[in-house]
């Protein structure tokens, strides 16, 4: 990848950037999730790109691509040059940057078991066994579960000598049981609402998290929720 940066670093300076950065980003994403006891959602995608910034007569310029070819990544420094100097014709002042001495770091999100290690059947045994667990209690109409990984792995350098390499890893779980009573609908989330609980760090969360452990408890609270006496005004 540094060699990619280099790329784009070299171009900017020949055609005359005061300064230049580029960044190579590479996502990856898994996502499963169960509804009722079938399959709901199943993806698993991965993207790359680079971005390229430059100052150039005193303005700023950017341009970025999915294509990580020779040819292309100096074409997309130029594109970003000549952004800086239609800009610069209209800016009020000159860009300045702050003083900073250029760093060089490789840093990785702590973590025991990388998630994508894992079998995509292993994962969706797992939901299975915790929506069974969450429509074993009567009155629970609806339960959906999911699971997500994520890693992102970035490198930047500058013209100024800075070159960083990052490794983002984050995991997250949870699940809903939802109760039909009625004109009402009740539901409890477990670890948390909004698509459960989500942590920078590997899939030893969950394990952490004790997922099965609480549906049943979860679902029964769900239900009981129809019977809970209203809140004072």
């Known amino acids: ?6 790329w784009a670093l070299n171009l900017a300076a020949q055609r005359g ?8 980003v590479d996502d990856r994403s898994r996502s499963l999730a169960t509804k009722n006891g079938k399959l709901g959602h199943a993806s698993d995608a991965e993207s790359q790109g680079i971005g390229i910034r430059v100052i150039a007569d005193g303005a700023w310029g950017f341009a970025a ?3 990580l070819s020779r040819a292309v990544v100096e074409d997309t420094a130029a594109r970003a040059l000549a952004i800086a100097r239609a800009s610069a014709r209209v800016k009020q002042e000159d860009v300045r940057l702050a003083p900073e001495k250029p760093v060089t770091a490789e840093w990785t999100t ?13 994962n969706l045994d797992l939901l299975l066994r915790i929506d069974a667990e969450l429509r074993a209690v009567s009155g629970v109409t609806l339960a959906e ?4 990984f994520k890693r992102e792995d970035s490198w930047f350098a500058s013209s100024e000598g800075a070159n960083i390499h990052q490794t983002k890893i984050s995991t997250g779980a949870g699940y809903t049981a939802y109760a039909f009573a009625g004109t009402e609908i009740m539901k409890r989330s477990y670890p948390n609402s ?3 609980q989500w942590q920078n760090k590997g899939y030893e969360l969950i394990a952490e998290l004790k997922l099965v452990e609480n549906a049943r408890r979860v679902a029964e609270e769900a239900v009981a929720l129809h019977k809970a006496a209203q809140c004072p005004e």
Do not use: H, V
Request: charged residues 20%.
């Open 1 to 6: 990848m540094n060699e990619i940066l280099g």
């Open 17 to 24: 950037a005061s300064y230049a950065d580029a960044r190579i």
């Open 194 to 196: 909004f698509g459960g």
């Open 110 to 122: 702590p973590y025991r078991i990388d998630p994508f290690t894992t079998s995509i059947e292993q």
């Open 145 to 148: 579960t999911g699971i997500n």
């Open 65 to 67: 691509s999915k294509d």
